[in-house]
């Protein structure tokens, strides 16, 4: 009986595995195809003569909160702060929140910026924890730093959005870097289009960049391979992954590294959640609360603001982020199951959130499974190592294909990084991904399933931008 | 006769400026966005500056702005051009001592003209 | 069960196949990319220099058509309406003229109205896109005539872009008017946009009056949605449309409940230095368009005191802030009334008054 059983599974397994490649394959074809068409058409509409005549209409925009959640950031916070507050935009101001950080970040903040105490009354439309004290700086009148308990991410974004004054809100990290139009670009989407609640740009990896004066003065692919693996990575899932679920109205990651909100909104549906996934949270439960009531909506992606961020450099951090990731998107999950397979919810539901379950959540068990039956079916008899061959080659280089589709994309719209050198090496890491990186990706969040219980961010060690030199 | 800065992205107003200035004998300088620009002004120390406001990454008004907030570039006359004739625009120009608004689509002779005009009334 | 395929003879040959294929694939698709780099720079150096070679042409010769090659390519056409329409924007005079001339002599019109017709929406978008830039008259019946029988409603919104710079007496702009509302409503920003573009037209011109017999005309028309009609005093504001003054006050009047209309009216008069209506909008009883008045209080109704003082208490939070803030910027007795209140015993009032007084102390 149990022989039985066992037999059952090994075949059924070998129809789940092959299934189950065949799936995910063919979704991330047809997302980069998806993408292409968009880009193509997007280089047709937008040339440079109209894009500047948008560009022109400067004069009309809408005022933005950027808000900065800041927890033991003290070695870059002066930094980013300082780059914020020149950012190119009209009407501004820049929000720190000091997440009961126990090292000096506020310290160096108030000598930094002169702050003094404001008094201006706070509107507590979402929870968080306690404020301690709410500062305005001398120097700069649109730089507000709020001291409060600690709270997590979430948990100060939240705070920052009740401080804010303005009606939309952009939540970035400490250590990213903005381009200098970015906030420029993103909002003018929302006065474009009403309907419009939130927006995420693409997210760029710093790592291998010269920075200078706060801003990127050039593109580089880093030296290390697991920074130039993450730069692949990115790359694929933001152009090729983000463009693509925005033509399925199915984008539910709107980055925490950058976003650009609608205060109404978020407020609306109480804030963030003090949980990992916050990003991830917010935007499935923005598409349930307009889907619920009938809200015309949009939430979109767009390529063309730009953010950089540090990317981890050492093999521990790498694992410790995608832990952290992994276990906010099944939270994310778990908390808006209603969004599983609901018709009410339409293609979000039935496309957008049946991806991460089957796809993200569900993929690396059978991934899993499909490296340990192939020894099993091999010593059983019931493999032949030359269907096994074919089928590894054809997996590999069908997903070979997948990555060189998403830098072709990149290249071909945004032309980022010019060295023929960079672009064949990212050509040659498209293949290298399936020897190693992508199987020690596939454990950790593995580990992250089985250990979900667990609740906390990590720590990352931070690079300190030099001010005129790279960032490794 | 006298040293002007253009700073616009486009290229095309460039030829054309400076076809038509260097024609009536003077030097052109020209800086094709923001940052270059104020290094340019500081370097070049125009006897006139020719300010685009639509520019894509740092707008003439930021430029405007730290250009008067340098006491290197402080003493500098500014031409805005500009293509929208709003009240708020020119407020904002002449609030940060702005000498002069050029409203787009203008005349390159008449320009050229109120250019010297200016310029002998400095003298 | 998967035995059933690979007991099939043929299930080898088409996995080797597929297998093959793919690694054919990726290497062209290596080739590809690199190719289509070195191509796309190339290209792009060439558009720099042939629209080098049009503005030099531009301000050297007489006749610049003879002298610059005919455009074949669409890159080459591209690089052109550039070069042209950079002139046209920021120029006027001989040399727009002559701009204007080139467009025609080198056949640049006649090719976007053909790729105007092509079976692809966005290329056609594209070419409508190039032919509104170049502002020409001789355009106007062509967009007409394209719009009747345009199918996509992208393309469509652009026509219409197209022709709101070339109009020239209200009856265009009913016309206009009435293409706009046979679409579903896009965004403010682009009516706003095209009302903008009508008015900037009209002024160049000298027909200014136009756009105020148009707007009086729609003011009662129910089919012209209210949103429009809010537009088109944004548009006003916008484009320093002195001469609506009057009609601004009427639409005021006639709108009574429509805050997006009064908000819009208040604005656009304030811009204009006329504060007739706000005292009251100061006292209406939407709180938005309280909130629009409010903003210019300090400059016109500090003789309403009291009641400004009287909104510390308001229901809607941003009044409240915003009555101390005008307050705060109204003079001595502002400040005064502000100091009474951030001792009094209304615990809000008492807090935004003090906060009012900080900002105006800064």
Not at chain 3, 252 to 281: H, N, Q
Request: hydrophobic residues 45%; positive net charge.
């Amino acid at each position: 009986m149990k022989l039985f059983l066992l037999w059952a599974a090994v075949h059924a397994s070998q129809y789940v595995l092959f299934l189950y490649f065949l799936a995910i394959n063919s979704v991330y074809t047809a997302l980069i195809l998806l993408a292409l068409r968009d880009i193509v058409r997007h280089a047709y509409l937008t040339t440079s003569r109209v894009a500047r005549r948008q560009l022109a209409s400067e004069f009309y925009f809408k005022p933005v909160s950027v808000i900065v959640p800041a927890h033991n950031e003290a070695a870059v916070i002066i930094q980013s702060v300082q780059a914020l507050l020149n950012l190119h935009y009209p009407e501004f101001e820049v929000i720190v929140v000091n997440d009961g950080s126990t090292d000096d970040t506020l310290e160096r903040l108030r000598r930094e910026f002169g702050l003094l105490p404001s008094v201006k009354p706070v509107r507590l439309q979402v929870p968080h924890e306690a404020i301690r004290g709410v500062y305005r700086s001398e120097a700069y009148r649109h730089l507000i730093v709020v001291d409060k308990v600690n709270g997590g991410k979430a948990d100060a974004i939240n705070a920052g959005v009740n401080v804010s004054s303005y009606p939309l809100f952009c939540s970035i990290d400490a250590d990213s870097l903005l381009e200098p139009d970015a906030l420029l670009k993103s909002s003018k989407l929302f006065l474009e289009d009403d309907e419009l609640i939130a927006t995420g740009g693409i997210i760029r990896i710093l790592n291998g960049c010269k920075v200078q004066d706060g801003a990127v003065t050039e593109i580089g692919l880093p030296r290390g391979f697991l920074e130039a693996m993450q730069v692949l990575e990115y790359t694929r899932a933001f152009l090729s992954g983000r463009t693509g679920w925005n033509a399925l109205k199915s984008l539910l990651i709107i980055s925490g590294a950058f976003g650009v909100f609608r205060k109404d909104m978020v407020v609306a549906v109480n804030g963030y959640r003090k949980t990992v996934g916050e990003d991830m949270d917010l935007v499935m439960r923005l598409h349930r609360h307009c889907r619920d009531r009938a809200i015309p909506y949009k939430i979109l992606f767009v390529p063309d603001p730009v953010c950089w961020t540090q990317a981890p450099f050492k093999l521990g951090m790498l694992l410790k982020q995608r832990n952290r990731w992994h276990r906010g998107m099944i939270d994310a999950l778990l908390t808006n199951r209603a969004m599983i397979l609901n018709r009410k919810y339409g293609a979000t539901s039935l496309i957008g959130v049946s991806y991460f379950v089957f796809v993200e959540l569900l993929g690396p068990l059978i991934e899993l499974l499909g490296y340990l039956s192939v020894p099993v079916l091999y010593f059983t008899g019931l493999l032949s190592g030359r269907f096994f061959v074919m089928l590894l080659l054809l997996a590999v280089f069908w997903g070979i294909s997948i990555n060189i589709g998403a830098v072709f994309l990149d290249i071909y719209n945004f032309r980022r990084y010019k060295k023929t050198s960079d672009i064949l090496r990212l050509c040659v890491l498209s293949a290298a991904e399936f020897f190693g990186y992508r199987q020690l990706m596939l454990l950790e969040r593995l580990r992250a399933t089985v250990t979900f219980r667990k609740k906390d961010w990590g720590i990352q060690d931070r690079q300190i931008l030099e001010d005129k030199g790279t960032a490794t | 006769m006298a040293k002007i800065l253009i700073i616009d992205d486009d290229e095309t107003i460039h030829l054309i400026c400076r076809a038509y200035l260097t024609k009536a004998g003077h030097t052109i300088e020209e800086a094709y966005d923001g940052p270059d620009g104020l290094l340019k002004a500081e370097a070049f120390q125009p006897d006139l500056l020719l300010l685009d406001i639509n520019m894509p990454r740092m707008s003439g008004f930021d430029v405007a702005k730290k250009l008067k907030e340098n006491p290197a570039t402080k003493g500098i006359p500014i031409f805005m051009m500009t293509s929208l004739k709003q009240e708020s625009n020119i407020q904002r120009g002449y609030g940060l001592g702005i000498e002069e608004y050029i409203t787009k689509p203008a005349n390159v002779e008449h320009l050229k003209l109120r250019i010297e005009k200016f310029l002998q009334s400095r003298k | 069960m998967l035995d059933i395929f690979t007991q099939s003879p043929h299930f080898y040959d088409y996995v080797t196949a597929a297998v093959l294929l793919l690694g054919v694939f990726n290497v062209a698709e290596v080739l590809f990319l690199l190719w289509n780099k070195a191509r796309v720079e190339s290209s792009e150096l060439k558009r720099q220099g042939l629209k080098r070679l049009a503005s030099t042409a531009l301000i050297t010769a007489t006749d610049p058509a003879a002298l610059l090659p005919r455009p074949a390519k669409e890159e080459e056409f591209a690089a052109y309406s550039e070069a042209i329409a950079s002139v046209l924007d920021s120029f006027e005079g001989e040399i727009a003229v002559k701009a204007a001339q080139l467009i025609s002599d080198l056949g640049i019109d006649d090719h976007y109205r053909r790729l105007a017709r092509h079976r692809v929406w966005y290329k056609r978008g594209n070419a409508i896109d190039i032919l509104s830039s170049f502002k020409l008259k001789s355009n106007r019946e062509f967009f007409l005539a394209v719009f009747r029988s345009e199918t996509s409603l992208d393309v469509r919104y652009r026509i219409i872009y197209g022709l709101s710079r070339l109009a020239r007496e209200h009856a265009d702009i009913r016309a206009l008017a009435r293409m706009l509302s046979g679409l579903p409503y896009l965004t403010a920003k682009y009516t706003e946009d095209i009302f903008y573009n009508i008015i900037t037209a009209l002024k160049a011109t000298g027909s200014e009056a136009e756009f105020g017999i148009f707007m009086r005309e729609i003011m009662n028309d129910k089919t012209v949605l209210n949103l429009v009609k809010r537009d088109c005093i944004t548009a006003c504001y916008a484009a320093a449309c002195e001469k609506g003054r009057g009609l601004l006050k009427e639409y005021y009047a006639a709108f009574p409940d429509e805050p997006e209309i009064l908000i819009a009216a208040v604005k656009a008069l304030a811009r204009m230095g006329d504060f007739s209506v706000t005292p009251a909008a100061i006292r209406h009883p939407d709180w938005r368009v309280r909130l629009a008045a409010l903003k210019y209080a300090h400059l016109c109704c500090m003789d309403m005191l009291p009641e400004i003082r009287a909104l510390l208490r308001d229901p809607s939070y941003h009044v409240r802030l915003n009555a101390a803030l005008a307050l705060a910027k109204g003079g001595e007795k502002g400040l005064a009334a502000l100091r009474q209140e951030a001792a009094g015993p209304d615990a809000f009032a008492a807090s935004t008054a003090a906060y009012a007084l900080s900002q105006e102390a800064a």
